[in-house]
């Protein structure tokens, strides 16, 4: 029986490259976003190249809509593999100017939609009774918090920690839940972020854009790719020791 992947987020950017992926190693895949064009663009294009896939308009961080596409999901595609909690948002802006609906919208979705991802998905894989693998988006900025990105930061510590109390918790049930932290991804999600920090630096996107490439040890950005694999990774038999962990995907940024 083909095995499901669900992956928040899935309509663009990482998520989608994720997607791809997990399809690609053989899972069939939930493409869930609150973006429902794009989520079913992703599933079209899954399914013209073969693989099993199916489209999910969902705000993560709705914790009842979160429940009910792991139960839909379920009974449309197959039994539990993975969960990827990867949807997120970002903004920019000093502490000081920074607006409270944005710091509180952009941590009811990332780091409460991590939360209840990780409920459902635990009370499915407890149910099913063989285990399962949990993957969070967290980031390099939830290691070393940057500064114009506050909220995102603290959202991205707050996923780090959800990991790894996750991890003990669940573990007992042989779930294990583990963590990717990109840098620089090259995503419209980045495209808005270099913008914005560009404006406030009052210098141009191209100087922002060469300033951030300029801390990369191998010298450029990620691909969606870069960080799939790292995903694909944690959800394959040879993780099945790991948990509890977080793996820097920032081609050397955070120890340059
Ligand atoms: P990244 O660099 O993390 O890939 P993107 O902005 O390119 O960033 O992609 C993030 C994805 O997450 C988008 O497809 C977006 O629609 C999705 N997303 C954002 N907020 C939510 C949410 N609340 N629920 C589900 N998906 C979301």
């Not at 694999?229 to 120890?255: C, E, H, N």
């Amino acid at each position: 029986m083909t095995k499901l992947a669900i992956v928040t987020g899935a309509g663009q950017g990482i998520g989608e490259g994720i997607a791809h992926r997990l399809a690609k190693d053989g899972f069939a895949i939930a493409v869930a976003d609150i973006n429902g064009k794009t989520a079913d663009k992703v599933t079209t294009d899954l399914v013209n190249d073969g693989y099993t896939a199916k489209s999910y308009h969902i705000d993560v961080a709705d914790r009842e809509r979160v429940f009910e596409l792991v139960q839909k999901a379920v009974a449309d595609l197959g039994e539990l593999a993975v969960y990827v909690n990867n949807a997120g948002v970002a903004f920019i802006d000093e502490i000081v100017d920074s607006a409270e609906k944005d710091i509180r919208r952009l941590l009811d979705v990332n780091l409460l939609g991590t939360y209840w991802g990780t409920q459902a998905a635990a009370e499915q894989f407890k149910k099913q009774g063989h285990g399962g693998r949990i993957v969070n988006a967290a980031s390099l900025a939830g290691v070393e918090a940057s500064a114009l990105q506050s909220a995102y930061s603290i959202s991205k510590f707050g996923v780090r920690g959800i990991t790894q109390a996750a991890s003990k918790e669940l573990a007992k049930d042989q779930i294990t839940v583990n963590a990717y932290d990109p840098g620089i991804v090259r995503t419209p999600l980045r495209d808005g972020i270099d913008k914005r920090t560009a404006e406030i630096k009052g210098i141009s996107v191209a100087e922002q854009q060469k300033n951030c490439l300029s801390e990369i040890s191998l010298g450029r950005e990620a691909t969606p790719e870069d960080v799939a694999k790292v995903v694909s990774w944690f959800a394959s038999p040879d993780a099945a020791y790991i948990t509890g962990q977080s793996i820097l995907v920032d081609g050397g940024m955070r120890y340059q």
